[in-house]
């Protein structure tokens, strides 16, 4: 299992912003997608943001507007942008690497996010 390196959570007011990171530490072969889920307290986990090796992006709606996906393909890593931060964006913010190819999902530990209002 390859690791994916998250970092950049914390505790932030409402209003605030945040960036998380999430590294690929290892090799992953043939790279599809690149994205953030999130998982609240008694919630399911739901995508919050993905990008494609083609640098197309795809939003929550609950998200869009407030935060951006990026990734550095020379790096290997996925940044999440989170700006005017809501308390209904706390959660445990997890980072995933999908190779359609390879048919395989990667997942990381999270990250968590917690906004105060």
């Known amino acids: 299992q390859v690791p994916l390196v998250e970092s950049g959570g914390g505790l932030v007011q409402a209003g605030g912003s945040l960036r998380l990171s999430c590294a690929v530490s290892?090799?992953?072969?043939?790279?599809?997608?690149m994205g953030w889920y999130r998982q609240a307290p008694g919630k399911q986990r739901e995508l919050v943001a993905d990008?494609?090796?083609?640098?197309?992006?795809n939003y929550a709606d609950s998200v869009k507007g407030r935060f951006t996906i990026s990734r550095d393909t020379a790096k290997n890593t996925v940044y999440l942008q989170m700006s005017s931060l809501k308390s209904e964006d706390t959660a445990v913010y997890y980072c995933?690497?999908?190779?359609?190819?390879?048919?395989?999902?990667?997942w990381g530990k999270g990250t968590l996010v917690t906004v105060s209002s």
């Open positions: 995933n690497v999908y190779s359609k190819l390879a048919g395989v999902d990667y």
């Open positions: 990008i494609t090796s083609g640098d197309n992006t």
């Open positions: 290892g090799s992953i072969f043939s790279i599809s997608t």
